[in-house]
């Protein structure tokens, strides 16, 4: 016995396809015979499992089980609930040793997929491609594992609520916050949250439904932040928080409507954990504004640029002991007093609490920032066959030149009007492109470079296209 995956559903951070098309039962069962073998072979033996509410979840999740079972893993199943309850699950109970959250996150309704965790570490990269490789062997070790029910709601919501601190809840009867679930596996969470913390809260689509019928799920995409955009001044509110469909990304916006884009949120927790961490490394990915590492090095942190991709943060965040990471994509890390996992609605608690903390209200915090003009994420099409091609070539163009050139992660060029990036995305046949200056001539200027480039490589920015 042995099973090969469609090539396209093998993904750098996770795996995720379309349903009856690309992804069905027989691969969840294919990845709980091979991550329980892989795990197994590390000395590990007890995975917990959580799902989403799509409508293809349950039965993923069942044959996953069985996967897992079949390898001699026990498996203690969560149930229905945003991902970051099972990092939760996996971080905090010492007989854990791996967990699998099956999410298609903020993907369409008709995909879904996987994400993991091994022994406290991310699985992804080489890990995934061994998964497909055992899988394609049907190396598979044989055993008959158990799988038990655990309730961890309740638990979960008690350690959201830690995130406000020392802070006299009485100080914050007054706040009023509007949240969008978008209808995701957050909704039930943000419910028992929300009754317990202090203020007045106005809820949006907490119901979970797979369909997604009021607005996709992605709070990246100002669009999806319409119907919190129209709570906060019909309620008056101080501001408003969305998430994605799986609960692991967050967005905001002030009591003026105005967005808090992924680092200028950064930029807020930055400045309160810096209070309590002085001289603490701050990871953001490159897409993110000068704005945020001027601010945390004006806060007395080290600010570090990092490579785009949950995963690859937080094992960087591993690596040199940050307390706090996020992304341009709205995942925001918290290891000051967490567990270093991307967390939305721990993230939400944690606005509340710097906010009180700094004594500014999140307009004002909002306010305080410098106007940069940027482009949104231009995201392209670009053969698979060309895409890290075309990036080296444009490396190599700039090497011989006096251009200030920084190569984490694509080539982000800084210039005297400010800087632009182009990147490969590791998930998709797509070229990321990202621009930024103080004056909308300068913003021109780079745009102009970034095409130049491109035209160089034979390529050049078509129309933009989703994640």
């Not at 969008?180 to 969470?189: L, Q, R, V």
């Not at 509110?237 to 808090?260: K, P, Q, T, Y």
Request: include cysteine.
């Amino acid at each position: 016995m042995n099973h090969k995956f469609d090539p396209t559903v093998l993904r750098e951070y996770d795996i995720r396809g379309i349903i009856g098309e690309t992804l069905g039962a027989d691969d969840a069962r294919a990845i709980g015979r091979s991550f329980g073998t892989i795990l197994r072979r590390e000395g590990g033996s007890t995975v917990a499992v959580g799902y989403d509410g799509r409508v293809s979840s349950p039965m993923l999740e069942h044959a996953l089980v069985e996967g897992l079972t079949a390898s001699g893993c026990d498996v203690v199943r969560i149930g229905v609930g945003p991902t970051p309850m099972l990092y939760y699950a996996e971080a905090s109970a010492e007989e854990v040793d791996g967990g699998i959250q099956i999410t298609g996150s903020h993907n369409p309704a008709n995909y879904n997929g996987f994400k993991m965790v091994f022994r406290g570490r991310p699985f992804f990269g080489k890990d995934i491609q061994l998964l497909g490789e055992v899988s394609a062997a049907g190396d598979w070790i044989d055993g008959v594992g158990e799988a038990h029910s655990h309730d961890i709601f309740e638990e979960y919501v008690d350690r959201l609520l830690l995130g406000l601190g020392d802070i006299d809840t009485a100080t914050l009867s007054g706040l009023r916050i509007g949240w969008d679930a978008g209808n995701g596996a957050a909704g039930p969470a943000i419910e028992a949250l929300t009754a317990r913390l202090p203020g007045e809260h106005h809820l949006l689509f907490t119901e979970v439904d797979g369909a997604f019928p009021n607005h996709h799920p992605d709070p990246t995409v100002e669009a999806n932040l319409a119907d919190l955009k129209a709570l906060v001044p019909a309620k008056h509110l101080h501001f408003g928080v969305a998430f994605d469909g799986d609960g692991d990304r967050i967005g905001v916006i002030d009591g003026e409507g105005r967005v808090i884009w992924g680092d200028q949120l950064l930029m807020i927790y930055a400045e309160d954990v810096l209070r309590k961490c002085p001289g603490a490394t701050v990871i953001a990915d490159v897409k993110a504004s000068r704005a945020l590492f001027d601010h945390v090095a004006k806060c007395g942190g080290k600010p570090v640029m990092w490579k785009t991709g949950h995963s690859l943060i937080k094992s960087k965040m591993k690596e040199v002991s940050s307390p706090l990471a996020g992304e341009m994509s709205g995942h925001i890390f918290f290891a000051d007093d967490y567990y270093g996992f991307d967390d939305a609605l721990y993230a939400g608690v944690r606005l509340i609490a710097a906010s009180a903390r700094l004594g500014k209200s999140v307009t004002e915090l909002r306010g305080d920032m410098p106007e940069m003009i940027n482009t949104p994420e231009m995201r392209f099409q670009v053969d698979e066959s060309r895409k890290f091609a075309a990036i080296d070539e444009v490396k190599a163009r700039l090497s011989g030149s006096s251009a200030d050139v920084n190569a984490t992660d694509g080539v982000r060029v800084t210039t005297e009007d400010g800087w632009w990036l182009l990147r490969a995305s590791n998930t998709q046949d797509v070229l990321v492109a990202r621009a930024e200056s103080d004056s909308e001539e300068g913003l021109a200027r780079l745009i102009a470079q970034i095409d130049e480039q491109l035209s160089l490589s034979g390529l050049e920015r078509g129309e933009s296209v989703g994640h």
